[in-house]
């Protein structure tokens, strides 16, 4: 399964792309930027689609081996005509981010208007039915992710609100999932990197032996538009605002034919992550190509560490 070349540290499923819109069984554009999780004995991963008008939409897809999936007949969630979300998710429903937090799948997405995007916040129980919980920032904010636990006594949240074109990981906290504050800066861009436009995180944190990992995306801006890679970062578990380190380089770059050419080339975009049992504590990446496609790569933590430059 691993990428033959070895060119970057995330392998490659060999039999990458698992999902392209051939695979969606009702007319769309385009398919890309899955959230992944686990309920039961399934792989759940839940799709970004966007459909012949241009909207966005979230559909589930279902497999029990992590690689061949199923798409479900009819979409999970399409934008609300309901208040206060119909407003705010008037172009859609973007890049979802799933935690299974205290017994619920807790679902972080982007609701697109005109106004701006905003963080939202939806629940499931099973993947059937979803109930909407709250607007859950001020715009322009998007790339949020809740931690699976409190930490520090506190729900947490990665988000990305934008300052100018400039995009940098915040940290947020709340007592009710629903009022966030006591903001500060996790992971700001380096101007001189690979990361140097915006950063933003990517899958749900995952709690590893060594701290809190962080897949998140890096862009740096060229004179041939944007290149979309992923990065690590590690945080400390109980201590959020303790960086332990971050990626010197890239964990995987672009360079496949359907990670370059696409609806927006040059893209590797994940929105989720899931840590597989085992003593290893080996990580199934699921990512979006060129905004066309999904795909998969794997990767150890420790790997992930030989590449993570402390005080960065």
């Known amino acids: ?56 939409i979230l559909v589930v897809a279902r497999g029990t081996d992590g690689y061949h999936f199923t798409v479900d007949e009819e979409p ?31 679902i972080v997405y982007t609701a697109a208007s005109g106004y701006g995007a905003r963080l939202a916040l939806a629940k499931t129980d099973d993947f059937r039915s979803v109930e909407r919980v709250g607007l859950i920032s001020e715009p322009d904010n998007k790339d949020g992710t809740l931690f699976p636990r409190k930490v520090g006594g ?10 100018g074109d400039t995009g940098n990981i915040w940290i ?31 899958a749900q944190p995952i709690e590893t032996r060594a701290g809190w990992l962080e897949i998140y995306h890096g862009v740096k801006s060229t004179s041939a538009g944007p290149i979309y890679r992923l990065g690590a970062a590690m945080f400390d578990k109980d201590d959020l605002t303790h960086l332990l380190c971050r990626s010197s380089i890239p964990i995987l770059t ?50 992930l560490l030989q590449w993570c430059a402390i005080g960065e």
């Open 154 to 163: 506190r729900y947490a949240r990665f988000d990305r609100p934008m300052v």
């Open 254 to 303: 672009p360079r496949e034919y359907y990670e370059r050419i696409g609806d927006v080339g040059n893209v590797v975009f994940s929105c989720g992550a899931i840590m597989e049992d085992g003593e290893d504590e080996r990580i199934t990446i699921y990512y979006g190509a060129a905004d066309t496609s999904i795909c998969i790569g794997t990767v150890r933590v420790d790997e």
């Open 172 to 202: 947020s906290y709340s007592d009710d999932l629903l009022h966030w504050g006591d903001s500060h800066v996790a992971l700001p861009v380096r101007g001189d990197c690979w990361d140097s436009w915006r950063v933003g995180a990517s």
């Open 76 to 106: 999970f969630m399409t934008p609300s005509r309901d208040e206060p979300f119909a407003t705010y998710e008037r172009k859609g429903v973007e890049d979802p981010r799933i935690t299974f937090l205290e017994g619920t799948y807790y």
């Open 1 to 56: 399964m691993a990428n033959k070349f070895g060119r970057d540290v995330v392998q490659r499923y060999d039999q990458n792309p698992i999902l392209t819109v051939d695979d969606i069984p009702f007319p769309c554009n385009t398919v890309f930027n899955a959230a992944a999780t686990r309920l039961g004995d399934e792989t759940i991963l839940l799709l970004r689609v966007e459909n012949l008008q241009g909207h966005s």
